[in-house]
């Protein structure tokens, strides 16, 4: 069983910087896949980011790619989004999440834990 706990988030303008951190309980952090998600009101959600268990594979959603960096610390059993050059469009709830497997990574359906997510919203 692997809990999750999203911290970071909060209100910025447009074209600035936020860290998402997710701190995982349990033992057996380094050998889930980590990924981020958003939900943006009246939306579904939608993957943003994801890394594999070492740490040594990422994948972005097209969105995203060269403004966040997903990252984790095995020793610490956090991980983390770092987002820059913020839009108002990336304004959503951000939940993390745990898969034994890296495979379709980008499918909620592969997910089998979920933090409780955190408020990003971006100012113009």
């Known amino acids: 069983q692997v809990q999750l706990v999203e911290s970071g988030g909060g209100l910025v303008q447009a074209g600035g910087s936020l860290r998402l951190s997710c701190a995982a309980s349990?033992?057996?952090?380094?050998?889930?896949?980590m990924g981020w998600f958003r939900q943006a009101p009246g939306k579904e959600r939608d993957f943003v980011a994801a890394?594999?268990?070492?740490?040594?594979?990422?994948y972005y959603a097209d969105s995203v790619k060269g403004r966040f960096t997903i990252s984790r610390d095995n020793a610490k059993n956090t991980f983390y989004l770092q987002m820059n050059s913020l839009k108002p469009e990336d304004t959503a709830v951000y939940y993390c999440?745990?898969?034994?497997?890296?495979?379709?990574?980008?499918?909620?359906?592969?997910?089998?834990?979920w933090g409780q997510g955190t408020q990003v919203t971006v100012s113009s």
């Open positions: 890394i594999n268990q070492s740490g040594g594979s990422t």
């Open positions: 349990g033992r057996t952090f380094s050998s889930y896949a």
């Open positions: 999440a745990g898969s034994r497997t890296f495979y379709r990574i980008t499918s909620l359906r592969m997910y089998d834990y």
